[in-house]
């Protein structure tokens, strides 16, 4: 089982609609989870980063870490076409663990 | 703002050849990494710098090698590329390590070997 699970898509969703990419992972000491944009040939961009389980929102955007079923989510509201990427979420296991797991990412597509 | 700077962009080597990879960031940051990107496999680390001074081998460090050179530039060599070689490499920067110092990321490296 890979360490962490990501739907790669392809999603295509039209404007203004409410976009839900989701991970799971298998490793329990995994403690931060974070989300990276990657727009076609660039790099991965930070979105947002958690520690544990919650929300946090920032703008359009909210990242959802369930610890117990072992879920991330990230939410899009008002999805816009510069929101097309590709999403890659991650996670570390946090002391002086440098290595960060990323899913294999999901290609969204925001049509006008 | 530059962030962090990868040279070459693109390069198409033959098998056998060596080549390095450069990479600087401007942030004075502490940790600096290299990653490999590939279709169906995600990013994965191929070796890290925790601070000057300092390199770890990561997940997939067969066939590289890193240097620190100083705090701002990290570079990654390839002393006789194969095509299984051929991928997308990020350089990446955080201010110390660890998750909840984000890593930031340069456009990649694109590198075909054939």
């Known amino acids: 089982q890979k360490e962490v699970e990501q739907d790669p898509g392809p999603l295509s969703v039209p404007e203004g609609a409410i976009v839900s990419l989701n991970c799971t992972y298998s490793?329990?000491?995994?403690?931060?989870f974070m989300w990276y944009r990657q727009y076609s040939r660039k790099g991965p961009e930070l979105l947002m980063y958690?520690?544990?389980?919650g929300n946090k929102e920032d703008g359009r955007f909210t990242a959802q870490v369930d610890k117990s079923s072992k879920y991330i989510s990230l939410f899009i509201r008002d999805s816009q076409p510069s929101d097309s990427a590709t999403y890659l979420c991650?996670?570390?296991?946090?002391?002086?663990?440098?290595?960060?797991?990323f899913g294999k990412g999901t290609l969204l597509t925001v049509n006008p | 703002n530059a962030g962090v700077t990868q040279t070459p962009k693109f390069q198409v080597l033959k098998t056998g050849q060596s080549m390095t990879l450069q990479c600087a960031q401007d942030?004075?940051?502490?940790?600096m990494y290299w990653y490999r990107q590939d279709p169906g496999m995600g990013l994965r680390l191929i070796y890290y710098?925790?601070?000057?001074?300092?390199?770890d081998k990561g997940e997939v460090p067969n066939g590289y090698n890193v240097s620190r050179l100083n705090k701002r530039e990290f570079s990654l060599r390839l002393e006789s590329a194969a095509p299984s070689q051929t991928s997308v490499y990020f350089c990446?920067?955080?201010?110390?390590?660890?998750?909840?110092?984000?890593?930031?990321f340069g456009d990649g490296t694109r590198l075909s070997i054939l």
């Open positions: 990446a920067s955080s201010e110390r390590g660890g998750a909840w110092q984000p890593q930031h």
């Open positions: 490793n329990s000491a995994f403690q931060y």
């Open positions: 958690t520690y544990s389980s």
């Open positions: 991650g996670t570390n296991s946090g002391g002086s663990n440098y290595k960060l797991t």
């Open positions: 942030m004075n940051h502490n940790s």
């Open positions: 710098s925790a601070s000057e001074g300092t390199t």
